[in-house]
């Protein structure tokens, strides 16, 4: 039987690359790149094959394995394995590149910035304390070739060859045998004189002189080139002398060199070295501090090494989240830097943290998500959001924060796209006609119509031809008057979505009763938008043969977009708002600007637009709606985002109850709302009706709710009561049967039938067709059947129930109370008869 030896080489978990090696510190070591057999992880492999007759040079490099896997620290090269055999030592470190080839790699590629140089001189130093001070080893082999740099830009210390104990256990500093290493020993080694080195440090810190002219100015040609400082920094070059003296007994200590150069004002002194520092000690700082330091972070990462920021940054604010509860203040540091990672990298590592996110019950940590979600967004895929990511978006839509709602409403823009059937064309659907039924925001009743308007592209046939034309014919009716701009922008975004025959029979009447409506801003989008359809009308009128062509979008499926009407929807529904979140969100609310606006009226064709009008703020008159101005946010949209990271979101609720109890006071007062400003022009086209509308601005909360209808009067017959003497009902159903409430099925049916013959107006112009005609349901869009909605409607009931339970219960104490005072105090000892 045979038996054959195994390779070690062979069976070593890692491999050489196939590339050329990098090369290596002077000596026998040679760098190769090389990776992990088993996950394909990328590893820096020194190899040194032993040769006859090298054996001294042999125990240098088995000393230099040995010191390496014993030594742990984060600024010495990192050990990960080894491998010791007669022919060769391998030894197996984190991925890294000889300092001298990344500083000529970062210079060809536009040149290193003086603070990544202070950081990486500092990790150096850093590790000399610690092999000076905490283990008594004197490195003395400090050169430009022992010092490598990580994929973070991360400056390690290696070249551990010619390391000694400072205490002079196992013999005297080794023999380098290597002039390229000789020229760095500091002089007093070879002068024999009564200069003799006084101190431990005193040779590594020349060494540490030599390594910072290299860094700076090149390769170093001989010794008395130190003597001219060259290109290094003003801040550093009194520090650079004291390494370099000929008196080794001034040469400072690692720690104290360090300290010196992070005075203020040094050479490493710089917020680049200051934000490293409390990442290193990020595991023991408080939560305040954490918090204080996220949110300054994302100010300073623009100006920070792109691999800085992917390979430290990155993990840290992963960690934080992970594990130090460190809220929302990561995400917009986190999302800055996402911006360096490749599509594979940014799934890997930040979309599984951002579907955590989203479960999250934090309301600033929902919203900031909200207001970013355009940054991620596109990483997403359909099955992602449609089972991890909507089902928690739509608790936004029921939230009692209005900042939140309002946010969820307009991040449907960037979801829809995404959505599936059933997320599109229901659910999402429900809370959008629940929101503009029954949300006591104007603004967010106002942003759902917009939001309906630009993502009725996506909507199936079905769904569009039921939804749309009954939800903004609804925010016609809104007592918010730029919610009614939005009705009537709607139908104009959306109306290559409806057929002729809608167009002439349920468009036009609701915008034709817009033609009188107290706010002028209202009947000039309503003229506007009737100038279109009955061009489109007439259009088709002139040529029956355009009918095909003009309805081909009513029957088709969903499409992405709709061009340019949904292009120009986007700046405003995004910003549409922004009064109601801010004045929510500050810690200290400030009053509103005193300032109102007057809606510019679209300007005919070929006039120059004028200048919006600006008139004193005045309480408006009943059935009138003055348009007041927001002051104009100057600052970016990074520099807003950033903003959230300094409000008290622990005082949410409160301030919103603040801006609620306000809004009452305005509507008590009679004053009225702030309006977009409208800026529209005409365009020759008639497609350019469609796309060039676009409302911009910020609008209050303060909105009047209109006032219920009267009861009729005693004595007044219903008019079903009456005997018209018309023929049998009809099997046709009545138009209002949805709507009604009151009447029972069979009066109903006989009403329809005779009132349809009698009366010529048969509209809610006409007294008693408003008479009889029924209140319609909050909770549904129009005729529509919403399923769905039943169990809510049942909720109102049963509230409407527990009131009156409510006031009966009060009802009764009051009698109780109002009795027991007739009858005076029971006397001590009575007893109560009943």
Not at 145 to 160: I, M, Q, S
Not at 274 to 283: A, P, V
Not at 378 to 400: A, R, W
Request: proline content about 7%; some cysteine.
């Amino acid at each position: 039987m045979w038996f054959f030896a195994r390779d070690p080489v062979r069976d070593f978990p890692f491999e050489l690359s196939p590339e050329p090696p990098e090369g290596g510190p002077p000596g026998p070591w040679i760098l190769h790149r090389g990776r992990k057999k088993a996950t394909g992880s990328a590893v820096s492999i020194f190899v040194y094959d032993v040769k006859p007759g090298a054996e001294e040079q042999t125990q240098v490099a088995k000393a230099a394995f040995k010191r390496l896997k014993t030594l742990r620290h984060p600024n010495i090269l990192a050990y990960i394995d080894g491998l010791e055999t007669e022919k060769c030592l391998h030894i197996v470190t984190e991925a890294v590149t000889p300092l001298g080839a990344y500083l000529k790699a970062r210079t060809e590629a536009g040149g290193l910035k003086e603070q990544e140089l202070s950081w990486g001189l500092h990790q150096i130093v850093k590790a000399l304390s610690f092999l000076v001070n905490d283990c008594n080893l004197i490195h003395n082999n400090v050169c430009m070739a022992a010092v490598f740099v990580d994929r973070a830009g991360e400056w390690k210390l290696g070249g551990l060859d010619y390391m000694y104990s400072a205490q002079g256990n196992g013999g005297g500093p080794p023999s380098k045998g290597i002039p390229e290493l000789e020229q760095y020993d500091p002089p007093e080694l070879a002068d024999n004189s009564s200069r003799a080195v006084k101190e431990k440090w005193s040779a590594d810190m020349w060494r540490l002189g030599c390594l910072i002219w290299e860094v700076f100015n090149g390769s170093l040609p001989r010794a008395a080139a130190l003597r001219n400082p060259g290109k290094i920094p003003k801040s550093l070059v009194t520090h650079y002398c004291e390494l370099v003296g000929a008196n080794p007994k001034v040469r400072p200590n690692p720690a104290r060199f360090l300290q010196n150069c992070r005075a203020p004002g040094g050479f490493m002194s710089n917020r680049f070295v200051e934000t490293n520092l409390f990442l290193e000690e990020i595991q023991i700082k408080e939560p305040a501090e954490k918090q204080k330091f996220f949110q300054e972070l994302s100010k300073s990462l623009d100006s920070f090494p792109e691999d800085f920021c992917r390979h430290k940054v990155l993990p840290q604010l992963l960690t934080a989240f992970e594990f130090g509860n460190a809220g929302a203040v990561v995400l917009t540091p986190l999302f800055k830097v996402g911006k360096f990672l490749s599509a594979e990298e940014y799934q890997q590592k930040i979309i599984p943290v951002v579907v955590k996110m989203f479960s999250s019950t934090d309301r600033a940590m929902r919203i900031r998500l909200l207001q970013q979600m355009e940054q991620f967004i596109q990483y997403l895929d359909e099955p992602t959001v449609n089972t991890q990511i909507f089902p928690h978006v739509t608790h936004g839509f029921l939230d009692t924060n209005p900042a939140i709602r309002e946010q969820t409403v307009k991040s449907m823009l960037l979801l829809a796209p995404k959505l599936n059937e059933a997320n599109l064309n229901v659910e999402l659907m429900k809370h959008f006609a629940r929101l503009q039924a029954k949300d006591d925001q104007g603004p967010i009743r106002c942003n759902t119509t917009v939001c309906l308007g630009k993502i009725g592209s996506y909507l199936s046939a079905s769904t569009r031809h039921r939804v749309l034309t009954s939800a903004f014919s609804r925010a016609t009716k809104d007592p918010f008057a730029p919610s009614r701009v939005a009705g009537v922008l709607g139908f104009a975004a959306t109306h290559n979505l409806y057929s002729m025959d809608d167009c002439a029979h349920k468009i036009l009447p609701v915008l034709c009763g817009l033609t009188v409506d107290p706010e002028k801003s209202v009947r000039d989008q309503a003229f506007k938008t009737i100038r279109s359809f009955l061009s489109k009308l007439e259009s088709v009128s002139e040529d029956p043969t355009q009918l095909a062509e003009v309805e081909k979008d009513v029957h088709a499926a969903s499409s992405p977009g709709t061009g340019g009407a949904a292009a120009s929807w986007a700046g405003w529904a995004v910003t549409g708002v922004s009064s109601l979140t801010s004045k929510l969100i500050r810690a200290h609310p400030t009053p509103g600007p005193s300032e109102t606006t007057v809606p510019q009226r679209p300007v005919p064709e070929g006039n120059p637009a004028p200048a919006p009008a600006l008139a004193p703020a005045t309480p408006a008159t009943s059935g009138h709606w003055e348009t007041q101005e927001e002051d104009k946010d100057t600052v970016d949209d990074s520099a807003t985002a950033d903003r959230w990271d300094d409000e008290d979101w622990g005082s949410l609720e409160q301030e919103a109850d603040s801006v609620l109890a306000q809004q009452d006071d305005w509507s008590a007062k009679g004053q009225g709302s702030r309006a977009g400003q409208g800026n529209h022009s005409d365009n020759k086209s008639l497609e350019s009706h469609w796309s060039s509308w676009e409302v911009e601005g910020s609008w209050d909360q303060g909105w009047q709710e209109p006032s219920s209808v009267e009861p009729l009067p005693e004595g007044t017959r219903l008019a079903s009561e009456y005997n018209w003497g018309g023929a049998e009902p009809s099997d046709k159903g009545d138009p209002f049967a949805a709507l009604s409430v009151r009447p029972s099925a069979q009066v109903l049916a006989h009403w329809s039938t005779a009132w349809s013959e009698l009366c010529w107006v048969s509209t809610p112009y006409c007294s008693l067709c408003f008479l009889f005609q029924p209140k319609p349901d909050p909770d549904s869009w129009g005729e529509d059947n919403w399923e769905g909605l039943e169990a809510e409607s049942r909720q109102v009931k049963a509230e409407l129930a527990r009131k009156k339970r409510e006031e009966r219960r009060r009802e009764m104490e009051a009698k109780r109370a109002e009795k027991k005072a007739t009858k005076g105090p029971m006397k001590l000892g009575a007893r109560k008869l009943d």
